[in-house]
């Protein structure tokens, strides 16, 4: 216990290994908790000791511990030691001295070339035998946590400010295997209970409601996407993208703007785009620098991180919409028109194989939703993704999504190789999130072979190069088949394609409605059901059209009457 006089200020630290060695037994369970549920064998010399002496900078810099180059190049290394000690004697193997003093090596040349690594908030200690509570208070006394003088924090991000002081001294209390149990607003109350202590020892004055902010950042922090957080509660954010620290845009009402929404640094970024592929069972770092995944809510995220983004980590999520759009509520907000919302309900129903085209962001994946609700109930339906987002809501659906290779190289499950296997499923329907390769080969198979009704998303600006990307996806699969083969098995599989864009005033229409109708020659025939025509431009920025039918008879008019859809078709067309 230290005396009284010592807690308002810090000891005077003992030089050399003594000191190493203290600061080293009381950061060990820190570190170690930091990489619980990792295989440090598997990370690089050099990945290790930038994460240990990212976790080291966070702890020493919040208790004010003075440590020069040399002393926090030798405690990084001792922990090094330790963690891989650890991990080969749970291997069955042990560190060997040349190995040690490999590790003492890699952290000299790491910290050489970059001595100022972002600090991380340090993770909780070792838990105790009895989860609860979550927090657990410590004696100020007994930590190398010192007091400081009394000061007010004060500017606009004060708040941001008090929790960046804090934080890692309010994550040192806590035992996350109990915390994780916790409701919301039970941890709420004890993060607030043990916020509060730290705020009185670091002298920092918040009233009620900004400790209540506080409380909700930290929450955030911990549980979930730590800034991102409110634009994830934002009903009115359809995307957002994180351009590294300190430029975060979203886009509202299919305009993008800037925010004021900042990240502490480049590993705070990297800090929550671990958090979320962890939670799919990916991951990102060096050696896998992209990654696509998607949230628990079912929200699609893609993630690209130094060296191939320049400027540090990028974030792009792309959110799942809590509202249920259907073909009803898309011809209200003027995406479309009551007649061609008709025309879609029964292509949906009579089971045409349709492929749905547009740009990135277009509104492709929102509109497949909105057409599969019209798919019987009695179907069996196989849903094939890289990033599951569809939100089928049948009885009978089967989701399949890719898997990556791991760090082997083995492992990958492609979207070919799920199309093969859900044929092998009695499926009723087909359905691709998007074809974008050589599985286009299989899709058409599937379509030509009794699969009908099955649905797709393809990039392409028009529906004609729709067609001539779908041809080229084929070309692709390594199939030596003549250009007009190709072509006259595109022509017998699709049958319809919807044109989807966002056009400059932000909002998603239905530019094209075109029927499939067979080949002439070398060449496959189309013709559109529907345009949408431009006609100008309202005061509020709003563009101005028509939905317009051609008035050509459908060639699946056929199969509509055999669903008893004839004369509906015929009343809108």
């Known amino acids: 216990m230290a005396p009284d006089g010592a807690r308002d200020r810090a000891a005077p630290a003992p030089r050399g290994s003594e000191l190493i060695a203290r600061i080293a037994q009381e950061l060990h369970p820190v570190v170690d908790r930091f990489f619980a549920g990792r295989d440090v064998l598997t990370l690089s010399r050099q990945s290790l000791a930038i994460e240990v002496g990212q976790a080291v900078t966070t702890v020493l810099d ?180 994180v351009n590294g620290p300190n430029q975060v845009y979203v886009e509202r009402g299919g305009k993008l703007v800037v925010t004021d929404i900042k990240f502490r640094n480049n590993q705070h970024v990297m800090n929550v785009a671990t958090r979320i592929v962890s939670q799919v069972g990916r991951r990102v770092d060096e050696s896998v620098p992209l990654c696509d995944a998607r949230l628990m809510d079912g929200s699609r995220v893609n993630i690209i991180i130094p060296p191939l983004a320049i400027d540090g ?150 529906p004609r190069e729709a067609l001539t990307r779908l041809e080229n996806m084929v070309g692709m699969a390594g199939i030596n088949l003549p250009a007009k083969a190709v072509r006259t098995q595109v022509s017998a599989a699709i049958d319809l394609i919807v044109q989807i864009s966002r056009m400059r005033d932000g909002m998603r229409r239905i530019t094209h409605v075109v029927e499939v109708v067979g080949m002439e020659g070398d060449v496959i025939i189309t013709q559109d059901l529907f345009t949408y025509e431009f006609e100008g431009e309202e005061p509020d920025g709003k563009l101005r059209g028509q939905f317009k039918s051609s008035g050509l008879r459908p060639h699946f008019t056929p199969k509509a009457a055999y669903f008893g859809l004839d004369r509906a078709l015929l009343e809108v067309i």
């Not at 109990?178 to 002298?203: D, F, P, Y």
């Not at 339906?381 to 659906?397: G, K, R, S």
């Not at 859900?422 to 074809?435: C, F, K, Q, S, T």
């Open 62 to 241: 919040g208790r004010q511990i003075p440590l020069n180059l040399l002393e926090r190049r030798n405690l990084i290394a001792q922990l090094m030691t330790n963690l891989l000690a650890a991990a080969e004697m749970k291997a069955g193997t042990s560190l060997s001295p040349a190995a040690a003093g490999d590790v003492e090596a890699v952290v000299q040349d790491t910290l050489a070339a970059d001595p100022g690594s972002s600090p991380r908030p340090a993770p909780a200690q070792e838990p105790t035998q009895e989860p609860q509570p979550a927090l657990r208070p410590q004696s100020t006394a007994e930590s190398l946590t010192p007091k400081t003088p009394e000061r007010k924090v004060a500017g606009s991000r004060h708040i941001e400010v008090a929790k960046d002081k804090i934080q890692a001294l309010v994550v040192e209390r806590i035992d996350l295997a109990a915390a994780i149990k916790l409701e919301r607003g039970e941890l709420g109350r004890q993060v607030a209970q043990i916020a509060q202590e730290v705020l009185t020892e670091q002298k920092i004055r918040l009233n009620q409601r900004e400790q209540r902010d506080l409380t909700e950042l930290l929450l955030d922090d911990m549980l979930g996407l730590g800034p991102l957080e409110p634009l994830l509660a934002d009903e009115t954010v359809t995307d957002i993208m």
């Open 313 to 462: 980590p990028s974030i792009s999520i792309r959110k799942f919409s809590k509202k249920g759009i259907t073909l009803d509520v898309m011809a209200r907000q003027k995406n479309i028109s009551d007649a061609l919302a008709t025309v879609l309900k029964i292509a949906s129903r009579a089971k045409l194989n349709i492929l749905i085209s547009g740009g990135t962001g277009s509104g492709k994946t929102t509109l497949l939703n909105a057409m599969s609700q019209m798919i019987d109930n009695g179907d069996r339906i196989v849903t094939i993704e890289d990033a599951a987002e569809l939100q089928l809501q049948q009885p009978h659906v089967v989701r399949l999504e890719t898997r990556p290779a791991n760090l082997e190289g083995e492992g990958e499950i492609t979207m070919r190789d799920l199309v093969k296997n859900a044929l092998r499923m009695r499926p009723d329907r087909i359905i691709l999130g998007e074809v974008r390769g050589s599985e286009a080969v299989d899709m058409l198979q599937a379509m030509n072979t009794g699969h009908e009704g099955s649905m797709s998303t393809i990039h392409a600006n028009r």
